[in-house]
């Protein structure tokens, strides 16, 4: 089975410029989240979508960060205007909701230099 | 107070030890535990979950204390291919499936 694919796998970007990152969850998985991690730190939720519905972007900073899933399939997500801060490793995930089962399947992200 | 507090390590240990890791959760509604083991620039995997009787997986055990909001995980007979960060992680939000992750352990296993 096919995992979760992500791409491009590294960006390197300077300040005030844009960025879209790319993401197809495995086969079936209607659940899709952007985490987001910075370096020594865990993974932070940044949006969550079931089918092409946001479930949950309490954590996105909407100013600058988009995302869509528009045929609830593969998703992007886009920052516009970049900040040094937002260098970090963005992993997509995904599952199969509904099960008892709360494990998520991880790409292998896409690591993000701002300069 | 962060949902999901881990000691950063890291964790030097010889080959062949014991090691023990705990998190501390805030949510004492929490209801789902986890470890997930993430390699060097690699993508974080599900290690194993965490039950309230506990649970065991070969040389990996997992306990949960529900009293105290905490979660342990602990490794016997080190092996280098143990060195990784381990990662603690809470699901708290049941309707919306959400993970809420700790800042994971490093650890190292040393020859």
């Known amino acids: 089975e096919a995992g979760v694919a992500q791409s491009p796998r590294y960006k390197i970007i300077e300040k005030r410029q844009s960025v879209a990152f790319w993401c197809n969850p495995i086969?079936?998985?209607?659940?899709l989240y952007w985490y987001q991690q910075i370096l020594g730190q865990g993974p932070k939720l940044l949006i969550q979508?079931?089918?092409?519905?946001?479930?949950?972007d309490s954590q996105l900073p909407k100013d600058r960060f988009s995302a869509e899933r528009l045929k609830g399939v593969d998703s992007t997500l886009k920052i516009q205007p970049a900040k040094l801060e937002d260098s970090a490793v963005y992993l997509c995930?995904?599952?199969?909701?509904?099960?008892?089962?709360?494990?998520?399947?991880f790409g292998p992200g896409t690591r993000l230099t701002v300069t | 107070r962060k949902e999901v507090e881990q000691d950063p390590g890291p964790f030097n240990v010889p080959e062949g030890a014991t090691v023990a890791f705990n998190c501390t959760y805030s949510?004492?509604?929490?209801?789902?535990f986890f470890w997930y083991r993430q390699d060097c620039r690699k993508e974080p995997k599900l290690l194993m979950s965490?039950?309230?009787s506990g649970n065991e997986d070969g040389r990996f055990t997992a306990q949960l204390n529900r009293a105290s909001q905490y979660i342990s995980l602990l490794i016997r007979d080190s092996k280098l291919s143990d060195s990784a960060t381990y990662l603690c992680?809470?699901?708290?939000?049941?309707?919306?499936?959400?993970?809420?992750f700790g800042t994971g352990t490093r650890l190292t296993i040393i020859p």
């Open positions: 086969s079936g998985h209607a659940t």
């Open positions: 965490v039950y309230s």
């Open positions: 992680v809470v699901n708290s939000d049941f309707g919306n499936e959400k993970l809420t």
């Open positions: 979508f079931q089918n092409n519905g946001v479930v949950d």
């Open positions: 995930a995904s599952r199969f909701p509904g099960t008892t089962s709360y494990e998520q399947y």
């Open positions: 949510n004492s509604a929490s209801q789902s």
